[in-house]
């Protein structure tokens, strides 16, 4: 149990294009999920905070109008990097929180590899 | 300013060998603390998680300890394996407010044969 998927798993673009990625928790119900981008050789960076049926919570320094989330169902999330450039480039992973497990932990998907051209 | 700091940065090891990896934070108030193994490209998985009140856990080869009066913990890992080559992040939550944790920056394990 307390699986995530994301999907795609990677993605090459242009630069100038957007990318929509996609977080499930396949079976559990996750009112909170986490978005997450990790350059290489670094620790994972928390980017914003998507709560179900409500805006995002984004960490000082993330643009939200360049990285839109949505969170319309307790099951998905979706993050939208908008016109892409290269220095977008990174893993961006998600996790979702399980309100009925104990200490809320936090399950991660496998991450999404976006290389911006 | 809530911080987790890891040592070593990165550690290279003969198959077969143990090692302990070191974490400390300053986390506070406590909630809980977790070890994860990253593979290369992959999401993290977690290992273990501890609260104030657990001293050790287990999960096969992997041992963590925790002592919370001096906010450090480690990881044990026997018996090593090539397998076992990867990031192991150390993380800790806060209590209360939005449960969101803070992540230390990993260290990179190599296991040689």
């Known amino acids: 149990g307390a699986v995530v998927s994301q999907h795609p798993s990677w993605v090459i673009c242009k630069s100038g294009t957007s990318v929509k990625i996609e977080c499930r928790s396949l079976?559990?119900?996750?009112?909170?999920m986490f978005w997450y981008r990790q350059f290489p050789k670094q620790s994972l960076m928390l980017m914003a905070t998507?709560?179900?049926?409500?805006?995002?919570?984004?960490e000082q320094g993330v643009e939200k109008d360049k990285f839109l989330i949505n969170h319309a169902s307790l099951t998905l999330s979706t993050l939208t990097v908008t016109s892409a450039h290269p220095e977008d480039s990174s893993f961006y992973i998600c996790?979702?929180?399980?309100?009925?497990?104990?200490?809320?932990?936090?399950?991660f998907g496998p991450g999404t590899r976006l290389t911006v051209l | 300013k809530n911080q987790v700091e890891q040592s070593p940065q990165s550690l290279i090891i003969l198959e077969g060998k143990n090692c302990t990896l070191q974490?400390?934070?300053?986390?506070?108030?406590?909630?809980?603390l977790r070890w994860y193994k990253q593979d290369t490209g992959r999401g993290p998985v977690s290992l273990t998680i501890?609260?104030?009140?657990?001293n050790t856990k287990s999960n096969g080869r992997y041992t963590a300890t925790l002592d919370a009066d001096t906010k450090q913990s480690s990881l044990h890992i026997t018996a090593s394996q090539l397998s076992d080559s990867a990031s192991y992040i150390c993380?800790?939550?806060?209590?209360?407010?939005?449960?969101?944790?803070?992540f230390g920056r990993g260290t990179s394990l190599i296991v040689h044969p």
């Open positions: 996790s979702a929180r399980d309100i009925e497990r104990e200490n809320n932990e936090q399950f």
């Open positions: 998507s709560n179900e049926g409500s805006k995002a919570t984004y």
């Open positions: 993380v800790v939550s806060a209590s209360g407010g939005s449960y969101i944790p803070t």
């Open positions: 079976d559990f119900q996750a009112t909170t």
């Open positions: 501890m609260t104030f009140s657990e």
């Open positions: 974490c400390n934070y300053t986390v506070s108030p406590f909630s809980n």
